[in-house]
């Protein structure tokens, strides 16, 4: 079955230090994978995705994220954490076989807690 | 910029009321998708939408309906809101692949069915 799992609920970090919040996926084929950020109440605002190429993604605010295929792992990385980074974190999977439907497959979410 | 827009940021309602949660999008997509949000569950995907008038069944339709008369505008109808269906429900659009292949959200509805 095709997933996505995100094993923190939650990352804490130091303001000023690097952090990393994990994904990996489980598809057949090559995935499409993406990153999204949620604020409070406010819906998913896009981060990255990793199609094909580089393994590693440049995204918005600074976010980047490594592609490791023999891990099936594609973590979120920003070198030095801000407070306003802070949020809820989703890792998704294009869905294989949905054609142009283009569909989703998301993880659970992870917090991101930045700390002054 | 794509924007997705929806019909209420808030919303409370009488267990047993049919409820009409409305999204517009305004970049011609023809994808379009309504999930429910829970802690700890992450996103769920009720129904979606790849064209005018047609409907496909995502992983979680008990309770729901949809309905797609134009291709801007996707609604979620819940035919009669009970307790459990208390939750934060996002609107998503997108083009079909190839293409961009992420989707655009809207801000959310939390709905609340007391």
């Known amino acids: 079955a095709q997933s996505v799992a995100q094993p923190e609920d939650q990352v804490n970090v130091a303001e000023g230090n690097p952090l990393t919040v994990k994904c990996t996926y489980s598809?057949?084929?090559?995935?499409?994978l993406f990153w999204y950020v949620q604020y409070p109440n406010r819906g998913l605002q896009f981060l990255l995705k990793y199609i094909t190429g580089d393994n590693l993604v440049k995204g918005s605010y600074g976010f980047e994220a490594e592609f490791n295929k023999s891990q099936t792992s594609f973590h979120l990385k920003k070198p030095s954490a801000l407070v306003s980074d802070s949020a809820l974190y989703f890792c998704a999977v294009r869905e294989q076989g949905s054609g142009g439907y283009n569909k989703l497959i998301f993880g659970a979410g992870t917090r991101l807690a930045v700390h002054p | 910029d794509v924007k997705v827009t929806q019909s209420s940021r808030y919303l409370v309602k009488r267990t047993g009321e049919k409820v009409f949660l409305e999204c517009v999008q305004d970049m011609d997509h023809e994808n379009m998708f309504w999930y429910r949000q829970d802690p700890g569950l992450g996103l769920r995907l009720i129904y979606f939408?790849?064209?005018?008038?047609?409907?496909e069944k995502g992983d979680i339709p008990e309770g729901y309906s949809v309905s797609r008369e134009k291709k801007e505008r996707f609604s979620l109808i819940l035919e009669s809101a009970s307790t459990n269906q208390t939750s934060m429900y996002l609107c998503?659009?997108?083009?079909?692949?190839?293409?961009?292949?992420?989707?655009?959200f809207g801000p959310g509805t939390r709905l609340t069915v007391l």
């Open positions: 598809v057949s084929g090559n995935p499409y």
């Open positions: 998503a659009s997108s083009p079909p692949t190839p293409g961009n292949n992420e989707q655009f």
């Open positions: 939408s790849y064209d005018v008038k047609m409907k």
